[in-house]
């Protein structure tokens, strides 16, 4: 059996009772942190609280040789864990594919992710969301301005009338300078927001900072403004509001500080 877990958004204890429950239950546990991570706990925080070995894989690990993984499922009990909602925003649905066709059972515990808090804490209702995009480092896609895809998706959404969630870059175990096994590097709130304002408009934007988190914080303002701001430790995203119903403009009044002559554009 291989189960793929969500840890949810925030710490050890973000995941839910049928996650944990499964997770202790495991005969050998795997994790990756590459696609995102719980930023108020470590691996050993999680091997503390639930009293179990967690193997960390890299990308590479994952998903060129994930063999291990499928060794311990076909041989016995094995968790997979990923931050966030495990089949979300990941390439693990390969994975689970290559254990099916070994004839290895699957299951997912899912978690609470990034884009269902975002709309929770902002006001902004779920399905009036459209598709989500990235924000690469410029580094990383070899620019110094925003990617066109980016611009692309935020445009399409907004001819909709529908909010997009922009997810900010993470780098793990790579940087400007190339790989480094110790190098973490999470895009900020004011980074993106300077970025957004040269690179598209300088438009009502909303930053969500620590999801999930006891000290989680939610702003909005206008992408130039933002990036004059700072928003503390990581992680972060965006909102780019699209038509607001009239619950969602208050909503970003009361919950995000949004100047009211910005939700009545």
């Not at 990756?32 to 590479?60: I, K, N, P, Q």
């Amino acid at each position: 059996m291989l189960t793929f877990i969500g840890l949810g958004l925030y710490d050890e204890r973000s995941v839910t009772v049928e996650g944990r429950e499964a997770l202790r239950e495991a005969d050998r546990v795997f994790a990756e942190f590459y696609t995102s991570r719980l930023v108020g706990a470590d691996v050993d925080d999680l091997e503390a609280h639930h009293g179990v070995d967690v193997e960390v894989r890299d990308r590479e690990g994952v998903e060129r040789d994930p063999e291990p993984i499928l060794d311990a499922a076909e041989s016995g009990d094995a968790a997979f864990l990923t931050a966030g909602d495990t089949m979300i925003s990941t390439t693990h649905t390969d994975l689970r594919l290559r254990a099916e066709e070994r004839g290895i059972d699957t299951r997912v515990i899912h978690g609470v992710t990034a884009q269902s808090a975002a709309s929770s804490l902002t006001g902004l209702q779920n399905y009036r969301f459209g598709k989500a995009t990235t924000l690469p480092f410029p580094y990383a896609h070899g620019g110094d301005d925003v990617p066109a895809s980016v611009v692309e998706t935020i445009e399409a959404n907004r001819e909709r009338g529908l909010h997009t969630v922009v997810y900010l870059d993470i780098k793990v175990g790579t940087g400007p300078t190339g790989p480094g096994p110790d190098h973490e590097e999470y895009m900020t709130a004011d980074v993106a927001a300077d970025l957004l304002a040269e690179g598209w408009r300088d438009e009502l934007a909303v930053v969500v900072a620590r999801a999930g988190s006891p000290d989680a914080l939610v702003t909005a303002d206008r992408l130039s403004a933002l990036a004059e701001r700072e928003f503390g430790d990581p992680l972060h995203l965006l909102v780019i509001p699209g038509d607001l119903h009239h619950v969602e403009a208050d909503a970003l009044v009361g919950l995000a500080d949004a100047p009211e002559t910005l939700v009545g554009e």
